[in-house]
Nanobody
């Protein structure tokens, strides 16, 4: 059973930066697609960044140029580095092992 635990959310001022962490109980990056999603109040969940099993990375147009997803394999951790944050980035952020269908509990980011 794969467990994903997000952390690092919180309040941040517009224009600032924040780094979210997703700690995975088992190393699965090489075999499955890992992704970050977010859901703002009253809106549908949105996929914003994905790390595919071949190492390729894709970003949603809404965040392209402002987000990266570095990872530390030794720590089984995938990060979401967010820069130049905007109020519309306020949402609950989730990481997921898309291939296996496992999700974290989410971490709230509030930009004001």
């Amino acid at each position: 059973h794969v467990q994903l635990v997000e952390s690092g959310g919180g309040p941040v001022q517009a224009g600032g930066s924040l780094r979210l962490s997703c700690n995975v109980s088992e190393y699965t990056y090489s075999s499955y697609c890992m992704a970050w999603f977010r859901q703002a109040p009253g809106k549908e969940r949105e996929g914003i960044a994905a790390l595919d099993s071949d190492g390729s990375i894709k970003y949603a147009d809404s965040v392209k140029g402002r987000l990266t997803i570095p990872r530390d394999n030794a720590k089984n951790t995938l990060y979401l580095q967010m820069n130049s944050l905007k109020s519309e980035d306020t949402a609950l952020y989730y990481c997921a092992n898309v291939g296996l269908g496992y999700w974290g509990q989410g971490t709230q980011v509030t930009v004001s």
